[in-house]
Every structure is written in C-alpha cells, then in structure tokens.
C-alpha cells in the first residue's frame, strides 16, 4: 500500500545542503576577513573545537560559495540539529494528520488522556458522525420493531427484527471484508452511510409490506461490518497505531453503551410524538448527516491493498496467523457470555418477583459498569499498565456472574452486573495489541472480521441462553455461565500467551511470515 503523505512527514534535514564545515574542522583562523553580510561572534584562537561546532550548529549557514576544506569525512554538525529536532514530528506525524496541531506535540498530548484525541481534528468529525449513526441504528431498530408488530400483531415476527440485527454480520463480515482494504476508506464509509440511509427511506413508504422492511433490515446489518471495520481501520490512520488510537477506539465503545442507556429512551420518545414511519424519516436524516460529516472531515486516502485477494480466500489469509485468530478468540469469547444475564433480566426480574423498575436497573448495570471501567483505564492507567491487565481482566470477566448462584436480591445482582462490566477495561490494551499484530495491508479485513465476529456470537450467546433458561433456572443458568465461560476465557488466554507471552510484541516471527505471506 502507498504509503500517506501525512502518516510519514519527511525531515527537513532530508532537502538541506550539506553544510561546509566538518564536524572536527578547527576554527578558522582569526587573521582571515569574515564577510561583510555575516557578522558572528569572534571565536578566540584557545577556543576548544567543540565551541566552535557547537557555535556552527546554533548560528546561521556560512555562505555557500567559501570553499569547503579539501578533507571532509564526518557529517556536518549543523545538519545533525536539525534532524534530531525532526524526529519528534516524525513520531508525532498521526496526531498531527487532522490539522490540529503542530507537529511534536506528541508527548504533551499523549500525557492528557482523551483530551488529545479530541484535540485531532479528524477524529473529532469521526466522533459525531459516530453520534449520528449510532442514533440512526438506535432508533431505527425501536421504531421498525413496532412497526412490524403494529401491522402484524405477532411478537414472533417483532422479535424477529432485532434477531435480523446480529445474524447477517456474520455473512457480510466474510464476504464483504475485502472490501475495507481493496477500496479507499472514505469512499467505503461515506458509501455504507448512503446505503444504510436508502434503506431506512423505503421503510417510510406506506406500500412497504413486512416481508420487504426484514429485507432492508437485513441489508443494512450486512453492511454494517464493513463499515465498523473501515472506521476502525481508519482510525489506526487518523490517530496512529499507539495510545492515541486505544483512547479513540475507547471513546466509540463508550458512545455505544452509552446508547444502550439513552437511546431506547430517545426513541420512545420520539414515538410518543411521530409515528413509527416519522420515527424512520428521522433516522434517515442522521445516516445522511453522518454521511456527509465523513465526506467532508476526513481525508482522502489510498486503499490499503490493491488487488489482493477476496471473500473466504482472503478471510483464511488474515487467519492464517496464530496471533491474529488468538487475539479474535480473546475479543469474540468474552461477549458471548457477558450478555447470558442481558437476554434473561425480563425471565429473573419475573423469577425473583421485581417491579418494572428493577428490570431497568438490571439492563442499565453491565453498561454503566462497561463505561466506568473504559474511563478509568483510559484516564488513569498508562499503556503499560493497560497491556499487563488484559488476561487477568478477561479471564475474571464472568466470574461476578457466580454470585447469581443463590439467587440473588436486584441490588446483588446490579452488583454482579457492573463489576463484570468493569472488567471490559481490558479492550484497551487488547485493541493495541491487535493493531500492532495486524499487517496494515490486512488491516480493514481483519477487524471487519472481529466487529462481525463480536456481533454474530452476541446474537449466538442470547439464543443459547434463551434455549438454556427452557430447562433450567434462570439464576442457574447465569450462574452457570460464570463457570463455563471462565473456563473457555482461561483456555484463550492460554492460547494467546502461547503466541508470544500475551503481550503486544508476540509472535513476531508469525507476523513477519505473514507479511512475506
């Protein structure tokens, strides 16, 4: 892949003449007229040589047309300043992409948390259009659910429209992956965005029957990896590969949960003023704005790989590295049985006899509990510290669902929910992981893959947990799932650390072959 002209900012001591004076030339002598444009101060006849390389280095360029001395072997001093000073831009290049800066702020931003990720000017376009897409699907998903059950009456068929969410992720997460690398990013969001838009247009029109709005449901969740991966992709792009793309990765995670807690309230709202096809109208104004925030904040970029290969062939080729699929188990097991209590908080609310209001607690308590965790690793934990905590955290990520076993009061149970929740701080340190294991030329595909991995075993995890809750007691089951799942979590991590000691420099000799690959 080309590589961008903003990710690698040139030195400027790469375009500058060399300079006429060796590093070790002794001063001139005094005796001999300087010119009457330069006027530097004197140099004493016992100046020390290094004075006079030091002086060389920090005054203006002698004139270029004062013969150089026939013997020049060492580099020039006065161009080994101004390289050393352009290595910090080099470093700092990624947060300097969005305009927002100057370069070589990198130190002083990274040490203000997610406050330097807002301070990059393309992230922060990326940031809302986030807002405006996630409200889309938010309300979209509510107002199309009661629609459906509006013009049939059936719960089964209303169900199923939240079913449709999750289970196409795995097909266009397979088929479609290639296409985050072989197409440029902006293109592929901005394109995704307008998909998702028509989509939720033709739900509004009247002659629409059912069968056509669980068609265009479908449509737009297939897409949806695509997208998810593109921007995760991007990001890597806009913010760099280190702490700045864990914080901004962070940032999106937190708007999501927070949408778990906000946005159904929104849109019922909104249902109590327009009626489900308004509601829809609505949402297909946000996929247009964040369409068109995306258009205009980001930059254009190349594609990743230009030819490449596509559908299964090239899924196997990301997956032929041992250190990716681990990493993909360690992000794809611990969701499958974090959402068990999820799936069953109506069943336990019933079994234990709750009000209403309780039930709402219960849903609330694992994404308060997600959101405090990320915000205190990405405020007060160093990247250091984030990678050490990655398999403790995952690996004790269900183990609060043991206290389910007696069958616990709701505030118990709350207490459960959020500390398993919390534990999902360990995404932080994962998400460097996976970018730096990740060859850039395969970095769309694969986390494409990963979102539609994270989705589809969501929807498997519900399911399994709905089908278990048939035969057993709800507090078992959740309970149980603290066991199995601690169990299949410890298994990954073993895997994981079997790539190179868990940590983010694993397995290099894997990446490497799977670069040549």
């Known amino acids: 892949m080309p590589e961008n002209d903003l990710r690698t900012p040139t030195p400027a001591a790469a ?52 013969p150089a001395p026939p013997a020049v072997a060492p580099p020039p001093v006065g161009d080994s300043a101004p390289a050393a000073a352009a290595a910090p831009a080099r ?22 948390g997610y406050r330097a990720v807002f301070a990059v000017r393309e992230f922060r376009f990326v940031f809302v259009a986030h807002l405006f897409s996630l409200l889309g699907i938010v309300v979209s998903e509510l107002a199309l ?27 266009g997460g397979t088929l479609l992956a290639g296409l985050a690398d072989r197409l440029p990013p902006r293109r592929i969001l901005v394109v995704c965005d307008l998909v998702c838009a028509g989509c939720v247009a033709l739900m509004t029109a009247p002659a ?17 990896p695509v997208f998810q991966g593109t921007r995760m992709a991007t990001l890597a792009d806009i913010l760099g590969e280190g702490d700045l793309f864990v914080l901004g990765r962070s940032l999106l995670r937190i708007v999501s949960q927070s949408a778990l807690l906000t946005g159904f309230a929104a849109g019922g709202l909104l249902l109590t003023v327009v009626p489900p096809r308004g509601a829809l109208a609505v949402t297909t104004a946000t996929f247009l704005v964040s369409a ?27 997956l032929r590295n041992r250190r990716v699929r681990a990493l993909m188990l360690m992000f794809w097991v611990p969701p499958l049985f974090a959402v068990v209590p999820e799936a069953l908080a109506a069943p336990y609310a019933d079994e234990i006899g709750v009000s209403t209001a309780a039930l709402g607690l219960l849903m609330c308590a694992l994404p308060v509990g997600t959101i405090a965790g990320e915000l205190f690793a990405g405020s007060f934990l160093s990247a250091a510290t984030r ?77 399994g947990a ?13 309970a149980g799932t603290g066991v199995v799942g601690t169990l299949c979590l410890l ?5 994981l650390r079997a790539t190179g000691g868990g940590g983010p420099r694993g397995d290099r000799a894997g990446d490497r072959k799977a670069r040549r690959g």
């Not at 068929?157 to 795995?170: D, E, I, R």
């Open 15 to 66: 375009h500058r003449p060399a300079r006429a004076f060796p590093a070790t030339a002794p001063a001139p002598p005094t005796d001999r007229p300087a010119p009457p444009a330069v006027a530097p101060p004197p140099v004493g006849d016992s100046a020390p040589a290094a004075a006079a390389a030091a002086a060389a280095a920090a005054a203006p360029a002698p004139p270029t047309d004062r």
């Open 208 to 224: 629409t029957p059912v069968a056509a709005l669980l068609a265009l449901r479908c449509a737009i969740a297939v897409v949806s």
């Open 387 to 463: 990678s050490r905590i990655v398999l403790p955290l995952a690996v004790a990520g269900v183990l609060p669902y043991l206290l389910y076993g007696p069958r616990p009061g709701v505030a118990l149970a709350a207490v459960a929910l959020f500390l398993a929740g919390a534990t999902g701080a360990y995404t932080l340190g994962l998400d460097a992981w996976f970018v730096e294991a990740v060859p850039e030329e395969q970095r769309g595909r694969a986390m494409t893959l990963m979102s539609a991995g994270m989705m589809t075993v969501q929807g498997v995890g519900m399911a």
């Open 491 to 495: 298994a990954a991590a073993v895997e």
């Open 466 to 478: 709905g089908v278990a809750a048939e035969f057993a007691p709800v507090h078992t089951v959740v």
């Open 91 to 112: 470093d700092s290049g990624p947060v300097g992409q969005g305009a927002s800066g100057p370069a070589g702020s990198a130190p002083a931003l990274a040490s203000s």
């Open 145 to 171: 659910t009661v629609l459906v059950y509006d013009m049939t009456r059936s719960p089964l068929l209303s169900s199923l429209t939240f079913a449709l969410g999750f289970l196409p992720y795995l097909l």
């Open 292 to 318: 068109l925030l995306l258009r205009i904040g980001t930059a254009r970029r190349p594609a990743r790989a230009g030819g490449g290969t596509g559908g299964l062939s090239g899924t196997r080729a990301v």
